[in-house]
């Protein structure tokens, strides 16, 4: 079954039918699209919600970069994402950067700011610098009541861990308050294919409404951009066009919305059929 048919003078090619199995409408509870945001300026981001703001989710103001901004800057491009329906957050690296660098007792003080320059929710990862299930849990905890909403992440960017492992992490996430967990990129590919074992454990172990799995990006060795193509089709045939999809590069948002409604050449139609 597929979408009602939109009036042709509203869209273009309106007579093309898209998937009903895609939400349509934000906020979505399903179908997810997390976009990468490394330093987009304030006008490549106008530009990029005018055009696709109802594709993209989730903004993800990525590693450190966050100190880099004057903060009249950083408060007016966060609230332009908001304004579009898309929620900016701070990746998890920044926060395991703070914790490494000077200690647990800085973490409060670093929420707080977070707060205070704009954001609204915070990322509690360990890629690089491992926690332990009661730093987990306290780290969520400590964001939550410094006022901010929290998205879980699992799994190394080193290490590699097994699905039984990694939903025990996401659990502990959940338990202690996050909204979402997001499943690290690299513990999701070797050889340049997806580990299908791994993702299967993690389908059955948990609530794939509420779990996002990223996308590799030139940040893991070895990683091409067909590794990247293939592993988003392979995830839209695998859990269908409302899979929930992080580490979207901004110029890729279109594309990966045509990837989930089956338009381009490497549709979900396509991929089965091969």
Not at 160 to 178: H, P, R, T, W
Request: glycine residues 8%; hydrophobic residues 45%.
């Amino acid at each position: 079954m597929r979408q009602s048919k939109p009036r042709a003078q509203s869209v273009p090619f309106g007579f093309v039918e898209l998937p009903a199995g895609r939400s349509a409408k934000k906020p979505r509870k399903t179908g997810l699209t997390m976009v990468a945001d490394f330093g987009l300026p304030y006008m490549q981001v106008d530009d990029l919600v005018t055009m696709a703001d109802r594709y993209i989710d989730l903004a993800k103001i990525a590693v450190g970069t966050a100190r880099l901004y004057d903060l009249a800057y950083l408060r007016k491009k966060l609230a332009l994402y908001r304004r579009h329906g898309i929620r900016p957050f701070i990746g998890g690296q920044f926060q395991e950067y703070v914790f490494a660098t000077y200690g647990e007792k800085m973490l409060r003080p670093f929420l707080l700011e977070a707060k205070r320059v704009g954001f609204d929710v915070v990322e509690v990862s360990d890629n690089c610098v491992e926690l332990t299930p009661r730093q987990r849990r306290a780290q969520i905890r400590l964001a939550i009541e410094c006022g901010l909403a929290v998205f879980g992440e699992v799994g190394s960017k080193d290490a590699k861990n097994d699905a039984a492992l990694l939903v025990s992490q996401a659990e502990d996430c959940f338990a202690a308050g996050a909204e979402l967990v997001l499943v690290e990129a690299a513990e999701l590919i070797v050889n340049g294919k997806p580990k299908i074992k791994l993702i299967n454990g993690l389908r059955k172990g948990l609530d794939m409404s509420r779990v996002l799995i990223e996308l590799p990006g030139p940040w893991i060795s070895n990683i091409t951009l067909s590794i990247v193509e293939d592993m988003k089709k392979f995830l839209v045939s695998e859990f269908g066009p409302d899979v929930n999809i992080a580490n979207v590069m901004p110029a890729d948002i279109l594309e990966t919305e045509a990837l989930r409604v089956g338009l381009g050449v490497v549709g979900p139609q396509v991929s089965r059929s091969a």
